[in-house]
Every structure is written in structure tokens, then in C-alpha cells.
């Protein structure tokens, strides 16, 4: 067990320091420079050059990279060109949005999935499991934003239930910070917990023609008990594995709900950046989702073992 | 008063007759085997037994056990009686256990659910009825998963769970087919005990005739889902007066008819082996010390002559198939060299081995696995002709595949089939036509006939003995069934732990077996001439 997590430990803390070299020289090979913009087309060569020098930019590349790399470490990611704020204020802000709407939508994905999934498998090819299946199917099918629109129609203009949109920050208190997050988070759930619903659905049906399933019911154990205890932990891992995938859509890929919903998300400030030039805070984000990614890829290989006993073997 | 009695049942699935109008009784401490080949419906008649039939299948006629009749019964009082009043052991211990829970959790979660028990109280006794199936806490605790256990402590704890609140009845169905002869037999002992100590009345499901004599008193012959004969089984099988009993009967003795014997010491060897040895990485106990290299095969020397038929036999796990596959190139040895034709195949890179794989080809075991299920027959029956030096062209390859299917019995029709559309015997005569099409001068076969029923295991046999009389092809086939060492081979090797222990005339080894490993071997093999005997012995 303990060989089996150091090896996927330093696999981890290699892949981040090799994605932190290409993401720094992905950075090193974009044409612009950050000096000149920062300054403005009428800016001098002398100005230039001295904020170049101010800026350490000057360097050579190897140098460049450690003090990049160095600072990441400390979290200190710079400041950004165009908000002349540090990096990291502006990614706490929006990490306080995302991460618990991200949070909150892979929760609902999955107890609306495993039910649906498990309720499918034990009635394959019955009038309920092509019903769910065939909301599934639409569930993949429909573009979140529609829902997101369906779902502001009903519960925020028609039942008046929740705000229409925006974020009131935390400080507003955490219930009315939540509510704000509920639809967001419902309409980014529903499309991952269709695709997660036939995944779980066809990992038990499969599990469920083992000979092990035969076994269990030969002891007496009713259907249900079978499916629950015996054939679902059997089924997690590609469940798992399906779910890291999500979780690391949902904490960057949201910017579509974000725009819908007006909620200052990681996804619109990586747009924006984006559109702005703003290298040094791409750069930021693009490392902490690939962070976040190797954390998320990390932690499903930790419950792959958790779940069978025939990895915690393995080195 | 009888335990069960199956009275004129029959099923059907979808539209498919399974069985039609069986009968079957046991009693209290009795044990009835039911005997047949594959599809006869004796699997089917154990499911229904327990009524864990596939949704389509009805069931009509009565089964009454201990007083209930299970086909009216509700789904709750069936939980009530599975694991508690009725038992089941599969064939399969390598996939019978949820390999997530401990073998603990596993035997007891049905004393827990059944008794009401605590689990305390419920793994006490799970660790008790696993000390009774040979299982004993010092090396096999209760937080033991079912990968780190083998195939025989596997079906061990499959008896246990079955076993563990003494049953009334135990259905057992080919429990040991799996197994190799001496755990076959360590099984076998164990049920028979425990019919003995609990009085339980036992079903014995098996295709071997030899194993079923050994073990019932009563036996059923089951046919296409009807019973063919049914009867003590000491007088069934004595007077074989029933054809289908007869047939089966000889079938399971058949030895092949090779009217040129092979002449040891008439040419130089077509195959030698020169202490050949196999090494496989161990696990890693700590990170501070190396890992102990597994010795698969351990210093093998062996020859075999040109159309010389040699059985290397040895329990699972001894290294023969291991063997087997440095011997086809398809592993590298760790020591030693091995020579086909004179020439050192060891080491060779591929391109300099194609002489040697046109020359030797192979006969796995399972005729399902081996084939794609997406190419047709004249494609997959041709795949070693890439091997010749010079490519024949397509209707030159037809033609040698029609003349492969006909040495092997089969049409040139079946050329255009897909492997799906033949029966496991068919499919086992395609593999054979593969492995002859190059005209090889030797066929390694790794147990061929052991997943055959007994009929088609004997017209399997006999084509590999017509082969050898025509083509003169050598073969050595791996196995751990005696049966087929004594019908097929010239000479014998017993291999054990990685060596060679014995070798000899096929008559000399199996019937003087001199080395402990071969001994133990030839005594839990079972015999039907012998189980006979001995049952008309025991019954005057």
C-alpha cells in the first residue's frame, strides 16, 4: 500500500514540474512583451528597458524560470499587468466562487447519478431503466446553458425563490452566498449526472454477471442487498475515474454557467484575462488547474485503492 | 422421507426447451450425482433448485425441499432457505469471491444475515467453519482478500460460505473442474466428510464420470434436459445397460488407436533442452533489500524425437506451461539453451525463429479464447502461412486451408464461417488445423481436450493420434489429467516445483510411479475402472 502511494506520489510531483516548465515556455515563446504593454504604445525604448530590468526580465531563462517556479511555491504568482493587483488576491476571490460551486455541483452529479445508475442496472432493459436511460440521453444532449435558462425561468422569475443571478460574496452570509450558487451548480450538475448515471449503469451491469454476484445471492442475501453491498463498490472505479474527469471540468469549464449566471468565476477571470493579455495572470491559473488536475488525478488513484484491495498489492 | 424430490420438471427459456420432465430425489445424508455434457441442463437444474433461474426461464412440474414447494414460493422465503437450508459451491473459485471483501466478511455476512448474529459473534463462527475447510487462522486470517489466496483455498472458502450454517443440502456443481487432480481430490474428501458429520444430502453436478462413481451413491444421467438413466451408481455402471451410460462410459477410457509405436532412440532429437531455467521478479518485502527472484522452472533438460508423442504433467503452478512457452519461443529462458532441429532457438532474434515457429506450432486449451471472433475461418486457419518463405498466393491459400479443415474432419464450407458459428469441439478441430497447416514437425498442446466434454474429448484425441500416425508430427501435450497422458504419450514427465521429477514410459510412470510428486499424482487422479471396483467391493 505504502509503495503503491509513494510511487503515484513522486509520478505526481514530477508531471507538476514538468507541466510548470511547458506552461512557463509555452509563456517564453508568445510574442508580446509584458514591459511594453504594460507601459503603453507611447512609451520610450529607455522606460521599456528599465522596467524590463525592474521586472527581472532581463534574466537568463533558467534563472527566470526558478524565481517563477520559486514564487509559485510561496503562492506568490506576480502581479497582474492589467489590474496591477497581485495575482493571488484576484484567484482567491474567484477561487471562493468556483471551488464550492465546483464542489457543490460534482455532490449533486453523484447522488443524482449512483441512484439513477443503480436503479437502471437492476431493471436493464425494463420499461424504468429506458426511461432513465432516455433521460440521460437528453440530459447529455441538452447544452447546460439551456437548462441554466430553464432553470432561471422557473425558480428565480416564476417561483421567486432564488436571486436570478450575481454573487453576493460570503460575507452576505453563507446561506444567501449558497442560495445564489444552487442553480449555477444544479445546471452544471444535471449534464455530468447523465453521463455519470450510464457509466455507473453499465460498470454494474457488468459486475452484476460475475460469478461473485452468484455467489452472494446464493447466500440468501436478497436482490437488493446484493446490488448495494456486493456489485456498487465493485463498479466505483470507473465511476471514480469518470468523476475526477468532472471535477476538474467543473472547477474551470464553467464559464458558460458563470456568464449566464453573472458569477465572478475562475472561468471568466481566465477569459478576460485572456482577451486582456494579461500573460502573468494566464499563466497563474493555468498552473493552478494543472495543480488541480494532477491533486484531483492524485486523490482518485488514493480511493482506487481505497475501493480494491488488489492495487494496494501493486507498486 | 426424501430431502428433495424433483418431480417431471421442466424449463424453458425464451422458447428454448431446457429441460423436459426430469426426476431427481435426494435423502438425507445421501449423495446423488447428476452427469452429463455440456448443455444437458444440469447447471440449470441446480438454478432452479435454488430459484436463481435468468429472468426469461419458466419452470413447470414440482420441486419440493424438505416439505416447501420451491416453484410457488415467494422470493423471501427462497432468501430464507439460500445459505441456510441449501448450499451452492460453483466451478469457478478463481471468480466466485468479490475480490473488494475479505474472505472474513464474506463467510460471515450470511451466518449475519440468517442468525440475526452480531459480528462478533458471526466472524467466531466464520473462523470456525474456515478451520474446518482447511483453512486455518495462522495463515489464512479472516482479513484475507481473495486475491492473495489460490484456486483450491479459493474454492475453500466458497465451501466454507456454503457450509457455514449446516446446510440440509448442498448442490455442488463441478466443483473441482477447475482444480488439478490433487486438489480435486483434497476437495472431493472434504465434502464427503462434511455429508458425513451433518447428515446433509449432497448434489454433485460433473461431466466426469470417474469423479461422480467416486463420490455418489446414486447417480442421474442427464441428456439434451432429459434424464437418460438414473440408479445406484455401482449398478448403472457395471451393467451400462442404457447406450447413452455405455457411451459416455467408453468415452471417458477411450485411448486412441496409434498402430505405429513411436521407437525411442531410432533418430536424433528433434527438440532438446538443456537446463533451462526461469526466473520471475519476486515482490519487494522491503524497500531496503532486493526482492527475491520466483523460480518458475528450475535447471530442465528434456529431448523429444522426431513423431515421438511426450505428457508433461504436473499440478497447477508447477512450471510446465512456463515451459511451454520458452520451448515455443515466446519467452525468454533465464538460463540454459534449448535446440529445435539442431539449431539454438535461445536468444535468436525473431526474424532468425522463423524457421523454428513454422516448424513448431501450438494447441491451446480454450477453443472460445483463441480465435478472433471477427475474422472468418480461412483467415484465422491461414494466419501461420505468413511464416513460409515464400507467400502463396489466394487461391493457393484456399485450397491449403480446405486441405487443413479436411485433415481435421471439417468441410471446405466452413471456410467462410465465423468461429461463433461452431461448437467448442469444432473450434478445438480449428486450432488444430491452424497449428498443422504449416506442416510442422512439432505441436506443443496445453491441455487441449480439457475444457471438452467426454465424446468430443475422445474425437479430439483420436485425431491427434490420426495426425501423428499420418504427418508424423511430435507432440507434447501439457496436462494435469492422466487420462491423457496414458491415451496420447509415448513417455512421461513429472514435473514439480519447477524440475523434472520423474520420466519413463508412459505405462512404467503412471503405474510405478516412483518419485513422491508423481505418486501423489497418479493417486488422486480418478479412475473409473477403479472406482467401480471399489464401489462393488463396498457393496458385496
Given amino acids: 500500500m505504502t509503495a503503491y502511494l509513494l510511487k503515484r506520489l513522486i509520478i505526481a510531483a514530477l508531471t507538476l514540474v514538468l507541466a510548470s516548465m511547458v506552461v512557463f515556455a509555452v509563456m517564453e515563446v508568445l510574442p508580446g512583451d509584458p514591459a511594453r504593454l504594460m507601459l503603453g504604445l507611447n512609451a520610450s525604448a529607455d522606460q521599456v528597458e528599465l ?85 440521460a440521453q437528453l440530459g447529455v444532449a441538452v447544452p447546460n446553458f439551456w437548462f441554466a435558462l430553464m432553470l432561471i425561468y422557473l425558480f428565480a422569475v416564476w417561483l421567486r425563490l432564488v436571486p436570478a443571478g450575481g454573487f453576493p460574496g460570503w460575507n452576505a452570509g453563507v446561506w444567501t452566498a449558497l442560495k445564489s450558487l444552487l442553480l449555477p451548480a444544479i445546471a452544471l450538475a444535471l449534464p455530468q449526472a447523465a453521463i455519470l448515471a450510464r457509466v455507473a449503469r453499465s460498470a454494474l451491469i457488468e459486475v452484476l454477471n460475475e460469478d461473485y454476484i452468484r455467489t452472494a445471492r446464493a447466500k440468501g442475501l436478497p436482490y437488493r442487498a446484493v446490488l448495494w453491498r456486493h456489485a456498487l463498490r465493485n463498479a466505483m472505479i470507473p465511476v471514480l475515474t469518470i468523476l475526477g474527469l468532472q471535477f476538474a471540468f467543473l472547477l474551470a469549464g464553467t464559464i458558460i454557467i458563470e456568464n449566464v449566471f453573472y458569477l465572478p468565476g475562475l472561468g471568466r477571470l481566465i477569459f478576460q484575462a485572456i482577451t486582456q ?21 492524485l486523490i482518485v488513484d488514493f480511493s482506487y485503492a481505497i475501493v480494491d484491495p488488489r492495487l494496494r498489492g501493486r507498486r | 422421507m426424501n430431502l428433495l424430490e424433483i418431480d417431471n420438471l421442466s424449463l424453458t427459456i425464451g422458447d428454448t426447451p431446457i429441460l423436459k420432465g426430469v426426476e431427481l430425489t435426494i435423502a438425507p445424508g445421501e449423495v ?21 433461474l435468468p429472468h426469461l426461464a419458466r419452470a413447470e412440474g414440482r420441486v419440493a425441499f424438505d416439505g416447501i414447494d420451491i416453484l410457488a414460493a415467494t422470493e423471501d422465503q427462497m432468501c430464507a432457505l439460500r445459505g441456510d437450508d441449501i448450499g451452492m459451491v460453483f466451478q469457478e473459485p478463481m471468480t466466485a469471491l468479490n475480490p473488494v471483501k475479505t474472505i472474513g466478511e464474506q463467510v460471515a455476512e450470511g451466518i449475519r444475515w440468517h442468525t440475526r448474529a452480531g459480528r462478533a459473534e458471526a ?105 437418460m438413466e438414473a440408479g445406484d451408481t455401482a449398478r448403472t455402471l457395471s451393467q451400462q445397460s442404457h447406450p447413452y451410460t455405455r457411451e459416455l462410459a467408453l468415452a471417458s477410457m477411450h485411448v486412441p488407436a496409434r498402430p505405429k509405436p513411436h521407437l525411442a532412440g531410432s533418430a536424433k532429437p528433434l527438440l532438446e533442452v538443456e537446463g533451462v531455467g526461469r526466473d520471475y521478479p519476486g515482490r519487494r518485502m522491503s524497500l531496503f533489500r532486493p526482492a527475491q527472484p520466483i523460480r518458475a522452472v ?46 539454438t532457438i535461445t536468444g535468436k532474434p525473431e526474424p532468425a525463429l522463423r524457421p523454428a515457429r513454422r516448424d513448431m506450432q501450438v494447441v491451446f486449451q480454450d477453443p472460445y479464447g483463441s480465435f478472433d471472433p471477427r475474422h472468418k475461418v480461412e483467415k484465422l486457419v491461414a494466419e501461420p502461412l505468413h511464416l513460409l518463405e515464400k507467400q502463396p498466393a489466394t487461391a493457393e491459400r484456399r485450397e491449403m486451408v480446405a486441405h487443413a479443415l479436411d485433415e ?71 496436462t494435469h489429467d ?44 480418478p479412475d473409473l475402472h477403479r472406482a467401480i471396483a471399489r464401489r462393488l467391493q463396498e457393496q458385496g
Fill in chain 2, 123 to 227: 466472524e467466531e463462527r466464520a473462523r470456525k467453519i474456515l478451520d474446518r475447510v482447511g483453512l486455518p487462522e495462522a495463515k489464512f486470517p479472516l482479513s484475507r482478500y481473495p486475491h492473495e489466496l489460490s484456486g483450491g483455498q479459493r474454492q475453500r472458502v466458497v465451501i466454507a460460505i456454503a457450509c457455514a450454517l449446516k446446510p440440509k443440502l448442498l448442490i455442488a456443481d463441478e466443483p473441482t473442474t477447475a482444480l488439478d487432480v490433487v486438489l480435486q481430490a483434497q476437495i472431493l474428501d472434504l465434502l464427503r466428510d462434511l455429508v458425513g458429520e451433518n447428515r446433509m444430502g449432497l448434489l454433485l453436478i460433473s461431466h466426469d464420470l470417474a469423479v461422480v462413481t467416486e463420490m455418489a451413491d446414486r447417480l442421474t444421467i442427464l441428456r439434451h434436459g432429459e434424464v
Fill in chain 2, 482 to 525: 492422466l487420462t491423457v497422458a496414458r491415451a496420447m504419450a509415448d513417455e512421461v514427465l513429472v514435473m514439480h516445483e519447477g524440475r523434472i521429477v520423474e520420466r519413463g514410459r508412459t505405462g512404467d510412470v503412471l503405474d510405478h510411479p516412483r518419485s513422491e510428486p508423481a505418486r501423489a499424482l497418479v493417486a488422486a487422479a
Fill in chain 1, 51 to 135: 522596467l524590463r530590468n525592474q521586472m527581472g526580465l532581463n534574466a537568463p531563462v533558467a534563472l527566470r524560470y526558478l524565481h517563477w517556479a520559486g514564487g509559485l511555491v510561496s503562492l506568490d504568482f506576480g502581479r497582474s499587468y492589467t489590474y496591477s493587483v497581485p495575482v493571488i488576491d484576484l484567484v482567491r476571490e474567484r477561487i471562493a466562487v468556483s471551488l464550492p460551486l465546483a464542489l457543490i455541483a460534482l455532490a449533486l452529479s453523484t447522488v443524482i447519478a449512483i441512484p439513477v445508475g443503480v436503479f437502471s442496472a437492476s431493471r436493464q432493459g425494463q420499461a424504468g431503466d429506458t426511461l432513465a436511460m432516455g433521460a
Fill in chain 2, 32 to 52: 446423488v450425482g447428476l452427469v452429463g455434457e455440456s448443455g444437458s441442463g444440469k447447471s440449470m437444474t441446480a438454478l432452479t433448485i435454488m430459484r436463481l
Fill in chain 1, 277 to 297: 493579455r494579461d500573460l502573468i495572470v494566464v499563466e497563474s491559473i493555468v498552473m493552478l488547474l494543472v495543480a488541480a488536475v494532477i491533486l484531483i488525478n
Fill in chain 2, 408 to 478: 481435421v474432419g471439417l468441410g471446405p464450407r466452413d471456410m467462410d464461417k465465423y468461429p461463433h458459428e461452431f461448437s467448442g469441439g469444432q473450434r478445438q478441430r480449428l486450432s488444430i488445423a491452424r497449428a498443422i497447416i504449416t506442416r510442422p514437425k512439432l505441436v506443443v498442446a496445453d491441455e487441449p481436450v480439457s475444457a471438452l466434454d467426454v465424446s468430443i474429448r475422445a474425437q479430439i484425441l483420436d485425431l491427434f493420434a490420426e495426425l501423428n500416425q499420418k504427418l508424423g508430427i511430435a507432440y507434447l501435450f501439457i
Fill in chain 2, 298 to 343: 528450475d535447471d530442465v533438460s528434456l529431448t523429444i524425437e522426431p513423431a515421438q508423442s511426450v505428457a508433461l504433467v504436473g499440478r497447477s503452478g508447477c512450471g510446465k506451461s512456463t515451459l511451454a512457452r520458452m520451448i515455443l519461443a515466446l519467452d525468454k529462458p533465464t538460463a540454459g539453451t534449448i535446440r529445435f532441429r539442431g539449431e
